[in-house]
């Protein structure tokens, strides 16, 4: 497979989960979860449990195009450095890994509604503290991935420290979730600097002209 099929395939899977982690998170579940009350999301995701299902599905899919990305990240990258590109695609499967287990705490909500409220409403806030985790494997990714974009003669050397960059607010995010979660909010405007760059990453994998060496 040639490197522009390669950068094409990398792309159609990044918008992939850009599209899915997008839908399932804010057109799904964030108008479902109410994080202050375990009544009204128990209401919700009764009245709603078709589309909270999809929202688990969409999940699903979204693990298993990061998969083929780690894997085609380090097909792509390996010829720059094949120990960096190896560790960025196992912190990557790693990531997958915890948002996978991950889905039996957004699962356990439909079976508990109903029975128990409460216990309902706290295995749906957990499910965002496991991507919170996941994140931090995430974060990791980014820095070793920032460093073969910028190395990498046919990649955007610029695309690289914006990735980079990225790794460090999903890391900086993820630490203050797990050790002073009432300050986590404050952070949220920090993450339009990853969804523009991944956003400006996916882009160019799939509309750039043939990759040329710097």
């Known amino acids: 497979m040639t490197t522009l099929s390669l950068t094409r395939l990398t792309g159609l899977f990044y918008l992939l989960i850009i599209i899915l982690?997008?839908?399932?998170?804010?057109?799904?579940?964030?108008?479902?979860?109410?994080?202050?009350s375990a009544a009204t999301t128990a209401a919700?995701?009764?009245?709603?449990?078709?589309?909270?299902?999809?929202?688990?599905?969409g999940d699903a899919g979204m693990i298993l195009a990061d998969i083929a990305v780690a894997v085609l990240f380090y097909v792509l990258?390996?010829?720059v450095s094949q120990p960096l590109a190896l560790t960025a695609m196992a912190l990557r499967l790693v990531q997958a890994a915890t948002l996978a287990a991950n889905l039996v705490t957004a699962y356990a909500?439909?079976?508990?509604?109903?029975?128990?409220?409460?216990?309902?409403?706290?295995?749906?806030?957990?499910?965002?503290t496991g991507y919170d985790l996941g994140l931090i494997f995430f974060g990791v990714n980014c820095?070793?991935?920032?460093?073969?974009?910028?190395?990498a003669p046919f990649l955007p050397a610029?695309?690289?420290?914006?990735?980079?960059?990225?790794?460090?607010?999903?890391?900086?995010?993820?630490?203050?979730?797990?050790?002073?979660?009432?300050?986590?909010?404050?952070?949220?405007?920090?993450?339009?600097?990853?969804?523009?760059?991944e956003t400006a990453f996916c882009l160019w994998l799939l509309l750039s002209p043939k990759p040329q060496v710097r």
């Open 44 to 57: 919700n995701i009764k009245a709603h449990a078709t589309l909270y299902r999809f929202g688990i599905l």
């Open 77 to 79: 990258l390996k010829p």
């Open 158 to 197: 610029p695309l690289g420290w914006l990735i980079g960059a990225s790794g460090l607010v999903y890391l900086t995010g993820s630490t203050v979730a797990i050790l002073a979660p009432p300050l986590a909010s404050t952070l949220e405007p920090a993450y339009l600097l990853p969804l523009m760059s």
């Open 109 to 128: 909500p439909l079976l508990l509604i109903g029975a128990d409220d409460i216990l309902a409403h706290r295995f749906a806030l957990l499910h965002a």
């Open 143 to 151: 820095l070793v991935m920032g460093l073969l974009i910028h190395r």
């Open 21 to 36: 982690g997008m839908t399932t998170e804010l057109a799904i579940r964030a108008p479902l979860i109410d994080p202050d």
